[in-house]
């Protein structure tokens, strides 16, 4: 007698062939996962809950801004695709902290929020490798302590020999508004069961974490005469380093400001709200706090800032940018309408907080993958993380990973002096998260050498190397390092007479020449900007008026800044001493009777693999770090 079930079986066994990597997820960190392992060879399988909501902009429809626009940057340089994506759907371009130094320079693009989805998807569907499957993951298979595949709700198995977790914020997810809560992994979207609990099954530890976003409005309903404008600038950068077509026009932005009579309102919904009733048990990011929560904290100010951000091109839906807040949606309308602008205010939908699963990242060595279960990998807010920019880069090392793992090759670890992804991905792996971890510049100790500015120069080949960014990419760097060479070497040799450069010297408001000076020497004065100067003066346009905006920006950075990078070098050399003496993964940590406890429990659980990788675990003394280096004869 027949059986259909054979028959089901024998379809869903040709539908499904065995992948290589099976990445669960298509928000950024599982776009830029699929993509990396797809672009290296790997045959993906991309599933996700939803088709039409890959690459969806949760919250703000924004990429980049203070640290994450170098963190773009450097998905860029390696071959991922967000770069691209934010270019290509950009409504605006803003290069932050230009007044500083280059070290603090961070594109941010305000983007079109459908558009965006479109273009990644576009881009996911024309790169071969890819194959797509709508279902929710509920289960990993996990054959002899290694991963084999997924099975998902409506039962299927499908067989990988690698997988990367990128399940954002839908693990268990909670939707709070006021006393309303019901589970969504975002408004409107049901939550993902099943995987928390298998994990903590084979001896994973999980937490809680909770991120919110504010209410959306009717553009048409606000008095923008009442607003600060907001422009985009007049050279638009952008992120990627290849020639993707930046828009022509841009539209702007506006600030509003909070006022006493808008906290007095807000204030009124305390009693109702999740997070102060104790009905959120996960820490918020402390960085992006609700509102209720910023005029809790810093009760001493009287106006907080809000940025009035459109949706995209063709929308009239606003993003109410430092309005975020899981209050009763009455009270959200009410404060609102109280806010300069938004007196007439229709609002679309209400802010609202959730609280979802995470996994400490401390489980996960630097590759991105779990210690206790072989070739399966964490990327994005599952590590504890928040933001678009910091879980994409997070996709993209673990989708390159379990790439040259299943292909038995070592795997790519960025050092905290070649990236920021470097530094994001060593913090979270040695010392931790218990609220949602963000990137700033600050926690970078080499930032001046990871610049957004050279993000190419510094990742590019590298990435060749294991075969991910395209050698037309490599090609683009050694035209940009050859042309910086050129710039500087003119730069430093070429001398200028004061009658040419006196008057301009004297209305920018610096001293003029009394003989003839080396170009390099005006160049280094702080109120000269060399694209101004070539514009300026003519023998200075001869020489450098045919090299690009972004080579002759190089240049001038190397010649401003070249003290400065010499010094970071040196600290850089000291600081990879270090990472020069290996420790094996099983090394006895406990026969060591002069180290202290805790750090003989916290070496053993994370298992180091040099004494650099070491001295950053949280716990670990220098007197700990001492007494290994005694023990090793070093």
């Given amino acids: 007698m027949h059986d259909s079930r054979l028959t089901t079986n024998n379809y869903l066994c040709t539908m499904f062939q065995s992948y290589d990597v099976i990445v669960v997820g298509a928000g950024h960190a599982g776009c830029e996962a699929a993509v990396a392992a797809a672009k ?44 691209i994506v934010s270019d290509k759907s950009m409504i605006q371009f803003r290069m932050l902290n230009k007044s500083k130094g280059p070290a603090m320079w961070s594109p941010r693009t305000q983007n079109d929020r459908m558009l965006f989805h479109l273009v990644w998807r576009e ?42 977790l990128t399940n954002g914020t839908f693990l268990n997810g909670i939707i709070h508004i006021g006393e309303k809560q019901f589970g969504g992994g975002r408004a409107g979207e049901k939550s993902s069961k099943g995987i ?51 828009p022509k026009e841009q539209r702007c932005c506006w600030i509003t400001y909070t006022n006493d009579k808008v906290h007095e309102t807000l204030k009124t919904g305390f009693e109702k709200s999740p997070m102060f009733q104790g009905r959120i048990q996960g820490l918020g990011p402390r960085y992006c706090p609700s509102i209720e929560d910023k005029i809790n904290r810093f009760a001493d100010k009287d106006r907080h800032q809000i940025f009035v951000e459109p949706e995209g091109w063709n929308t009239v839906e606003i993003y109410v940018n430092g309005f975020s807040t899981s209050l009763p949606e009455d009270v959200q309308y ?38 206790l279960i072989k070739n399966l990998f964490f990327a994005g807010q599952i590590n504890g993380t928040t933001g678009y920019e910091e879980a994409a880069s997070q996709g993209m090392m673990a989708g390159m990973n379990a790439h040259l793992a299943i292909n038995e090759q070592e795997p790519l670890i960025l050092k905290r002096s070649e990236a920021y992804i470097g530094v994001l991905i060593d913090d979270l792996v040695n010392k931790g998260t218990d609220e949602p971890y963000r990137m700033f510049t600050s926690r970078a100790e080499f930032r001046i050498l990871l610049r957004q500015d050279n993000a190419d120069i510094r990742l590019t080949e590298l990435s060749n190397k294991v075969g991910f960014a395209e050698q037309e990419r490599v090609e683009r760097v ?29 209305q920018k408001g610096t001293t003029s020449l009394i003989h003839k000076m080396k170009l390099e020497k005006i160049i280094t004065r702080p109120q000269i900007d060399l694209l ?56 006895d940590y406990a026969s060591i009777p002069s180290l202290s406890i805790e750090a003989k429990q916290k070496l053993a659980k994370m298992k180091p693999l040099s004494i650099g990788q070491a001295s950053r675990i949280s716990g670990v003394s220098p007197a700990d770090i001492s007494v290994l280096m005694v023990y090793l004869g070093r």
């Fill in 532 to 587: 101004d100067l070539i514009e300026n003066i003519p023998s200075v346009k001869a020489h450098l008026g045919k090299y690009e905006r972004e080579f002759l920006e190089q240049a001038e950075i190397c010649v401003k800044y070249d003290g400065y990078f010499d010094k970071e070098q040196e600290h850089v050399a000291k600081m990879e001493k270090l990472e020069h003496y290996k420790l094996k993964p099983d090394f």
């Fill in 196 to 246: 928390t609990e298998q994990l903590v099954s084979f001896g994973f530890e999980s937490g809680r974490m909770k991120t919110g976003t504010p209410p959306r409005v009717d553009g048409r309903s606000l008095d923008y005469s009442k607003m600060e404008v907001q422009n985009g600038d007049d050279d638009v950068v952008g992120f990627s380093y290849t020639k993707t077509e930046k």
């Fill in 40 to 83: 290296m060879g790997s045959k993906v399988l991309l599933a996700t809950m939803n088709m039409q909501t890959i690459a969806q902009m949760s919250c703000n429809p924004a990429m980049g801004g203070v640290a994450k626009g170098q963190i773009v940057r450097e998905i860029d340089a390696m071959g991922g695709y967000s770069g």
């Fill in 478 to 506: 050694q035209e940009k390092n050859k042309a910086t060479a050129e710039i500087i070497q003119f730069i430093k040799e070429f001398s200028i007479e004061p009658t040419e450069i006196d008057a301009y010297l004297e």
């Fill in 123 to 164: 881009m996911l569907e024309n790169t071969s490798n890819i194959d797509f499957w709508q279902d929710m993951v509920s289960e990993l298979i996990v054959e002899k302590g290694k991963v084999c595949g997924i099975k998902t709700g409506m039962g299927l198995e499908i067989r990988g020999k690698a997988v990367v």
């Fill in 334 to 371: 009410k404060a609102l309408t109280q806010i300069p602008g938004f007196e007439n205010v229709k609002m679309f939908r209400p802010g609202y907080a959730i609280e979802y699963d995470y996994f400490p990242p401390m489980q996960l060595n630097l590759a991105l993958e779990t210690k």
